[in-house]
């Protein structure tokens, strides 16, 4: 009988334990979100052709920094491919093709700024929906970690 507890306090012990990553919100319920809480936004802009989009998703799910921090701000990811309209803090954005079977979407294009656009990409978001970052390509973890600070701080204003 003790052996039977022991075995179940062993296999409940790790998930007491562990950090639970928030989900991730869909962009398209960030505006109420926002209105209910307005926090920093952190929004990664993907493909769904893009490995290195894949790679760091992946990360992010088994980054612990990430994972705890994650409840001081609203992650989100948005397919810059997407086709459907999207409302986003007051303003619709649509998809803009670019060939027969190419283009992107307003949002993402409006997110990444002048720059052109690569993939992955970074934005982060004030809660007034200013942008405070942007960054194409792959965050290391050490990265992750200085914007996830950065985050951090700006909770602390």
């Not at 294009?109 to 405070?132: E, I």
Request: hydrophobic residues 40%; glycine residues 4%; contains cysteine.
């Amino acid at each position: 009988m003790q052996r039977f507890f022991l075995m179940i306090s062993m296999l409940l012990l790790p998930a007491t334990f562990c950090v639970g990553q928030e989900a991730m919100l869909p962009i398209e319920q960030l505006d109420s979100s926002m209105r209910l809480s307005p926090k920093p936004v952190l929004v990664l802009l993907t493909t769904d052709w893009c490995k290195y989009c894949h790679l760091q998703k992946a990360q992010l799910k088994k980054n612990r920094d990430f994972q705890t921090a994650s409840q001081s701000f609203y992650y989100t990811e948005f397919n810059a491919e997407e086709k459907a309209p999207l409302a986003f803090h007051g303003q619709t954005y649509t998809y803009k093709a670019t060939g027969i079977s190419t283009g992107l979407h307003e949002l993402a294009l409006a997110l990444a700024g002048d720059k052109s656009v690569s993939f992955p990409a970074w934005v982060l978001l004030n809660k007034d929906y200013q942008v405070l970052y942007r960054y194409n390509g792959v965050l290391s973890p050490q990265q992750l970690k200085a914007l996830l600070n950065a985050i951090n701080a700006l909770q602390q204003k």
